[in-house]
């Protein structure tokens, strides 16, 4: 099962710079990146509920939802974000550029979320190996976007 899951987590590694560029392609016939990413995530909506009723998942009680903290709430705005972002950014910036810029900011955003033991994730104390890394991605965009 785990090389199952290693083998579908690269796959979704390949499509992170085709899944921008065919929204890109998409808000240059609809003139609006707005839309594009609207569409995006209707298309997405639409088959995870397939999906979820393929495999026939119990819808959760109005209480589960209720219950949920405020900021649960807030990924599908950043999921929205992300996406609109990728749409607007890689037309003018390259794919790679893109790829690049979103791997460091995870990456920054991961030092911060782990040292604080953020949202659940066990907390591993920023060292200045792990900065190392984090700066060598930033100089990494950098020699993309000159290069």
């Given amino acids: 099962m785990d090389g199952l899951i290693l083998a579908l987590t690269a796959l979704a590694g390949c499509l992170m710079p085709v899944q921008p560029a065919v929204n890109a392609v998409t808000a240059v016939y609809m003139n609006s990146p707005y839309l594009a990413s609207f569409f995006s ?3 997405g909506t639409v088959a995870l509920g397939l999906l979820c009723l ?4 119990p819808w959760p009680g109005a209480r589960v939802v209720a219950e949920l903290p405020w900021w649960a709430w807030t990924a599908g705005a950043m999921g929205a974000f992300f996406v609109t972002m990728t749409i607007v950014a890689v037309p003018r910036l390259g794919t790679m550029s893109v790829m690049a810029l979103l791997i ?3 990456m920054a955003a991961s030092l911060v979320m782990d040292h604080y033991g953020w ?3 066990a907390s591993q104390p920023i060292s200045p190996g792990r900065i190392a890394g984090a700066v060598l991605l930033f100089a990494g965009v950098i020699l ?3 290069f």
């Fill in 41 to 43: 995530f209707l298309t």
């Fill in 54 to 57: 393929a495999l026939r998942l």
């Fill in 104 to 106: 460091a900011g995870q």
């Fill in 119 to 121: 949202l659940g994730v």
């Fill in 144 to 146: 993309i976007r000159k």
